[in-house]
Nanobody
Framework: VQLQASGGGLVQAGGSLRLSCAAS????????VGWFRQVPGKEREFVAT????????DYADSVKGRFTISRDSAKSTVYLRMNNLTPEDTAVYHC????????????????????WGQGTLVTVSS
């Protein structure tokens, strides 16, 4: 499966963005999907994950209550809605997918994911 992340851009603090992770080559129906972000010079960090069933999600503590991950199986797309953005959210955001047979699994580590998108830059100005 190939992943394409989009939706990044420049936004003022307190603003919102919605990132999209679109799949091609395969449906995302059988994949756990996660969002990670990376600032130059720092390690890539977990942001959010959603199970195949969409019934289970989890978030990094730093984004809980502000970010929402969701998926549209018909469109084979996963979204990350980001509200109340702060300059600390500035990073390149990557989506990732991992094939799993169980529909309720969520994954929070980089090593768990097999497929990665190229990333989309989010810049939050103060």
């Amino acid at each position: 499966v190939q992943l394409q992340a989009s939706g990044g851009g420049l936004v003022q603090a307190g603003g919102s963005l919605r990132l999209s992770c679109a799949a091609s080559g395969s449906t995302l129906r059988n994949y756990v999907v996660g969002w990670f972000r990376q600032v130059p010079g720092k390690e890539r960090e977990f942001v959010a994950t959603i199970s195949r069933s969409a019934g289970y999600t989890d978030y990094a503590d730093s984004v809980k209550g502000r970010f929402t991950i969701s998926r549209d199986s018909a469109k084979s797309t996963v979204y990350l809605r980001m509200n109340n953005l702060t300059p600390e959210d500035t990073a390149v955001y990557h989506c990732a997918a991992a094939w799993r047979t169980h529909s309720n699994i969520i994954l929070k580590t980089i090593e768990a994911y097999t497929y990665w998108g190229q990333g989309t830059l989010v810049t939050v100005s103060s």
